[in-house]
């Protein structure tokens, strides 16, 4: 539908043109626009009443200038029925269905469905996401971040642009001096065999090692030295490191693995030899203030609560570095040209709400600084806490932390116990392969449509039982729909054969109508996730269509009409799974024929 919209557009801007040449055309704005109600058609153009003042007529009168305008054009006509003058001057516009059919028919043949491929040059787009922490835990929030940071880079991808999926680790700090002295301690052994030996729940090792460093002095001294000499690039302990890296490494895959997650690895410590150049040139740039011995960079606009600027630190008292200056070492990397640099044209940050002020201050640092180039851009897309049933931090019974590796396994699980339930009922058997596969589909299709269909900015509350119900805005409901066309297919409906020419295709009832413009609108969605970073705007409108859908195939008779209105509501039936299929696919979750 953009591009009729687009050709609409104009045609409504020359129209306005020919019909008030003294107004100028900078002044011509048809304000284009959805229309609010079906009943108005498909677009209305309120741009008359911001010309009553300036042009010293009644908007009214001036809409029907510009609606004779248009009538004059014969490319008009042949897009639209005759324009309707509602209200105070707002014009309706309402698409001649054999247009409507004409776009059906361009999308039955049309792999992309109608989104354009993006033409905007080679240069990445960067997606930094999930980035969990070496030798702590992946939590639900790295999840959430995972999920959206995935979708949104699915979509980038799908509209044709190269784009860098970086996972920013957190693999370097003053922790790994405790993790490498306890390491040498309980487990020398595995300096010299790695593989010998299994550090196995590296969560309860980092908690072990923290509690020996908060009570024992002298376990204090060594893990100190042991990051002075790991920041030295002593070989025993970057050997320790890496062990510690890859353990983690291994346990992260694995939820990747499961969610089929695709991340290349380009962890903090990636950007160390760069960060004195990164202290350095905000110094020689004036934008460095040494304050209580720390470097700082004073932010314009942020102030703290005595009124004062907040600085934004890049070099501690005792001249170590911290993860803001991590961030601004990668922030110019991102966007300088290669080889030095990814040369990308749009970075973008997928992390917990709470680090929004942190992004804030990188940004402006690296803005003030030069190191965005002109018209590049940079976002943090930022989403709320994830919490249990009861509004408060997910927790587990016992109350200790979820491991997500748990929660998968209990979406599964569940999944599985449903559908077994509803084989029992429905006296159906299938087989044992049949019932993994639909259930770890659902469970894992579950939990991410969960997190991507709410609005990413507010916190969002998991429940099993919500994510995994068959009906209202869910994976399972979705999933149905798809799963219902299938056995259209299978019931006798010749699907395949179905990329009917538009001059075959015929429609008269008004559900199918609903359904042919639900389906139009794909193409606008799309470019509104991509620009917006907002996948749930791409969950509701599948959940829309699917509701559509459902309601034209329980009214309308499809395997039971004849003629050419069977071969074109089949044609409708397809290209609803079709958009089904490959919006879910988007999101990141796979489809079932059967479930
Ligand atoms: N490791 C960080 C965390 O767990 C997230 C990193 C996000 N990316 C970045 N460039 N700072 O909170």
């Known amino acids: 539908m953009l591009r009729l919209a687009q050709t609409l557009d104009s045609q409504l801007r020359s129209a306005m043109e020919r019909a008030f040449p003294e107004a100028g055309a900078a002044r011509l704005d048809p304000q284009l626009a959805p229309a609010s109600k079906p009943e108005f058609g498909d677009f209305q153009a309120n741009g008359a009443l911001p010309l009553a003042k300036p042009l010293g007529q009644p908007p ?15 490319g008009f006509q042949e897009l639209c029925l005759d324009p309707q003058i509602a209200g105070p001057g707002f014009i309706n516009l309402t698409l001649r269905p054999e247009r409507l059919a004409a776009e059906v028919a361009a999308r039955l043949g049309d792999s992309r469905l109608g989104v354009p ?10 997606v930094d996401f999930s980035s969990p922490n070496i030798a702590k835990e992946m939590h639900v929030g790295h999840l959430r971040s995972t999920i959206i940071g995935d979708a949104l880079a699915r979509v980038l991808e799908f509209r044709g642009h190269p784009v860098l999926r970086l996972n920013h680790v957190g693999d370097w700090g003053t922790q790994f001096g405790m993790l490498i002295t306890h390491l040498k301690q309980v487990a020398p052994e595995a300096l010299e065999h790695p593989d010998a030996v299994d550090l196995g729940d590296l969560v309860a090792f980092y908690r072990q090692a923290k509690a020996r460093f908060d009570e024992d002095e002298a376990f204090q001294t060594t893990a100190r ?23 983690s490494r291994r346990e992260f895959q694995k939820i990747y693995d499961r969610l089929d997650i695709r991340l290349s690895e380009r962890g903090e410590s990636f950007y160390n030899p760069y ?4 202290v350095d040139d905000l110094k020689a740039a004036g934008l460095l203030v040494v304050d209580d011995g720390a470097g700082c960079v004073f932010l314009e606009g942020v102030q703290g609560k005595d009124g004062r600027p907040l600085p934004l630190i890049v070099q501690k ?28 044209t749009r970075v973008i940050y997928v992390t917990d709400a709470g680090q929004a002020s942190h992004f804030a201050g990188v940004f402006q640092v690296a803005r003030r600084a030069g190191w965005i180039p002109e018209g590049c851009r940079v976002e943090h897309v930022p989403f709320g806490l994830v919490q249990g049933e009861d509004g408060k931090k997910l927790k587990t019974r016992a109350g200790d932390t979820v491991r997500l590796r748990d929660l998968l396994d209990e979406a599964v699980e569940r999944a599985e116990a449903d559908l077994r339930r509803r084989l029992g009922e429905e006296e159906r058997q299938e087989s044992e392969d049949f019932i993994q596969h639909v259930a770890t589909t659902m469970g894992l299709a579950a939990v991410k449509y969960a997190d991507l269909s709410t609005n990413r900015i507010t916190n969002y509350q998991f429940s099993f039982d919500r994510m995994l ?43 199918e109508w609903a359904l042919i413009r639900e389906l139009l609108k794909f193409d606008g969605v799309i470019a509104e996730v991509e620009e917006e970073l907002l996948p749930n705007r791409l969950c509701s409108y599948l959940f829309e269509l699917s509701q559509v859908f459902n309601r034209f195939y329980d009214q309308v008779p499809v395997l039971k009409a004849e003629g050419p209105a069977r071969g074109s509501r089949l044609a409708l039936c397809r290209l609803t799974a079709e958009t089904l299929k490959l919006g879910l696919g988007l999101l990141g979750i796979p489809t079932l024929e059967r479930m």
């Open 60 to 74: 009214r009168q001036i809409a029907q200038a510009i609606v004779a305008q248009l009538q004059a054009d014969p």
């Open 117 to 126: 491929q993006a033409t905007d040059g080679d240069e990445p787009v960067l």
């Open 225 to 247: 030295e042991e990051v002075v000499k790991l920041q030295g690039g002593d070989s025993e302990s970057l050997k320790a490191w890496q062990l510690l890296c890859d353990q």
């Open 275 to 278: 960060l004195q150049a990164v």
């Open 317 to 344: 008292s005792d001249g170590g570095f911290n993860y803001a200056t991590t961030d601004l070492a990668a922030i110019r990397w991102r966007f300088a040209a290669p080889p030095e640099g990814d040369g990308a």
């Open 469 to 511: 119900a068959l009906s209202g805005n869910t994976a399972p409901y979705l999933l149905y729909a798809v799963v219902r066309i299938a056995g259209i297919a299978r019931k006798g409906g010749d699907l395949t054969g179905s990329d009917a020419a538009a001059d075959s295709l015929q429609f008269s009832e008004p559900q």
